[in-house]
């Protein structure tokens, strides 16, 4: 056989926070078929096996070349039974029949798509697949009573799958931007999620928000999202944390361990009107080409009278050019609202941090899940200590580890430092 096969020769650490986990591997053949298998067992939930599947394909992800035949995976970590099965039929019959199987049962699918509904998660899905409803449609016609998120995400279900583009992704940016610096100038805004770690696309965009200044990040969610709706920015927001809750409901709720931080699930209205401008979507050069919407019978200005006067510019559009244009306008041309429109529907999650654990923040929002569980996983088996989206904290030393940068939290753990883009796991 050709050499370079010995691929396990050098030795792979299990943890997948200790490789390097590129977006474009060499074994995406398998990892497909794995990611098949550990989504069923998500949506089954069973999360054990979901992990396993996941850890399974992390580590082929991490290879530095194709694997060719099993006998190159001996002794490799990661690969269970189950796991090195589903490889080694892929390798020598080009499918595996359990992936076959399982991504042609009619409760794959039908998980698959109920789930795609925003506001709607596997338990919910399972209940409804087991009364015969197999799809949105289905679901439509069957007269449940349902929630205001699963009501948005059922009315803008097509264009709310179809994947958020890098440059749709920095016009909601500039977006964010300008509603932060709205109501607290100084305020930082940072791309974190999957288009941190270097995606082209994504099922979402998500923003983690900090001031310099320790203290005056508080309460600043509910500001930003009610500039957002004020300017007709937002179809949905759903905003948690402490001082909405105090603002809202009185006395502050004693604080959990969870994630404390202000955050915003939110569907925008972002524009795609093509005026004569360009923007490149792809490899080529992108401009963003601010123009004023308030044309479009769908903006806000008929709702809200005072947006003309107001000295915010209006919605900026976003121009976007080839295949990714076309299957948005295919999507927004058979929506089930009123006909063709102009702007189309996209998830955006927003998170605000105090300064002092904005490393963190960011560490634990950039991902990728599996990436983030493994660091956990790390932190406490390895270190003895636990790492949040706000803390890490020494069990052995009974004390606190600062840090202000990713840097220095993975100097902490012990670890090398991954890049973002190496957290692809
Ligand atoms: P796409 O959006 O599909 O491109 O992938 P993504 O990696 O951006 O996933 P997602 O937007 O779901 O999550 C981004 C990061 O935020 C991931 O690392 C998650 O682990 C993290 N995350 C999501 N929800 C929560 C949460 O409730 N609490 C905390 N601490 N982290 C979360
Ligand atoms: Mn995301
Ligand atoms: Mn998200």
């Known amino acids: 056989e050709k050499p370079g096969l010995e691929l396990a020769v050098v030795s792979v650490p299990s943890y997948a926070c200790q490789r390097h986990t590129p977006l474009l591997h060499h074994n995406t053949i398998l990892t497909d078929a794995l990611s098949i298998l550990a989504e069923n067992a998500e949506l089954s939930e069973n999360e054990g096996r979901g992990v396993a599947f996941r850890r399974a394909a992390a580590l082929l992800k991490s290879l530095p070349q194709e694997v060719r035949g099993a006998?190159?995976?001996?002794?490799?970590?990661?690969?269970?039974?189950?796991?090195?099965?589903?490889?080694k039929e892929v390798l020598e019959d080009g499918v595996s029949h359990e992936v076959e199987t399982t991504m042609h049962s009619e409760q794959f699918k039908a998980m698959k798509a109920l789930t795609g509904i925003f506001g709607v998660g596997a338990k919910t899905a399972d209940r409804w697949f087991r009364e015969g409803i197999h799809n949105p449609s289905n679901l439509q016609r069957s007269g449940h009573t349902l929630n205001r998120a699963q009501r948005i995400g059922l009315k803008y279900y097509d264009e709310l799958n179809?994947?958020?583009?890098?440059?749709?992704?920095?016009?909601?940016?500039?977006?964010?931007?300008?509603?932060?610096?709205?109501v607290l100038p100084g305020a930082e805004i940072t791309l974190i999620g999957g288009f941190r770690r270097g995606k082209q696309t994504g099922h979402d965009?998500?923003?983690?928000?900090?001031?310099?200044?320790?203290?005056?990040?508080?309460?600043?969610?509910?500001?930003?999202v009610s500039w957002l709706e004020a300017q007709g920015f937002l179809l949905y927001q759903k905003t948690t944390g402490n001082s909405y809750l105090e603002s809202k409901e009185g006395p502050a709720r004693p604080a959990s361990n969870m994630?404390?931080?202000?955050?915003?699930?939110?569907?925008f209205r972002l524009s795609t009107d093509n005026e004569g401008r360009e923007i490149q979507t792809g490899d080529g050069p992108q401009t963003y080409s601010p123009t004023l919407t308030n044309t479009d019978p769908h903006t806000h200005s008929d709702t809200h009278p005072h947006?003309?006067?107001?000295s915010h510019p209006l919605p900026q559009t976003l121009v976007v050019v080839g295949d990714h244009a076309q299957k948005v306008?295919?999507?927004?041309?058979?929506?089930?609202?009123?006909?063709?429109?102009?702007?189309?529907?996209?998830?955006?999650?927003?998170?605000?941090?105090?300064?002092?654990?904005?490393?963190?923040?960011l560490l634990g929002w950039t991902g990728s899940k599996l990436f983030e569980r493994e660091l956990r996983r790390w932190a406490v088996h390895e270190k003895a200590m636990t790492l949040s989206s706000h803390a890490l904290y020494d069990r052995k030393r009974m004390q606190y580890l600062r840090a202000s940068s990713e840097e220095e939290i993975f100097a902490h753990l012990g670890l090398e430092y991954i890049p973002p883009c190496d957290r692809n796991a």
């Open 71 to 87: 006998e190159q995976l001996r002794g490799l970590p990661c690969l269970g039974e189950h796991s090195l099965r589903v490889i």
């Open 162 to 182: 179809l994947p958020v583009t890098k440059p749709e992704a920095v016009a909601i940016g500039q977006i964010v931007e300008r509603a932060v610096h709205a």
């Open 205 to 224: 965009v998500d923003f983690l928000i900090t001031h310099p200044d320790e203290g005056r990040e508080e309460g600043l969610m509910p500001k930003v």
């Open 259 to 267: 994630d404390r931080f202000e955050r915003c699930f939110s569907i």
């Open 307 to 310: 947006s003309k006067t107001d």
């Open 329 to 361: 306008s295919r999507v927004l041309g058979h929506s089930q609202c009123s006909g063709p429109r102009s702007w189309r529907a996209v998830r955006v999650d927003l998170v605000v941090s105090p300064y002092s654990q904005f490393a963190f923040a």
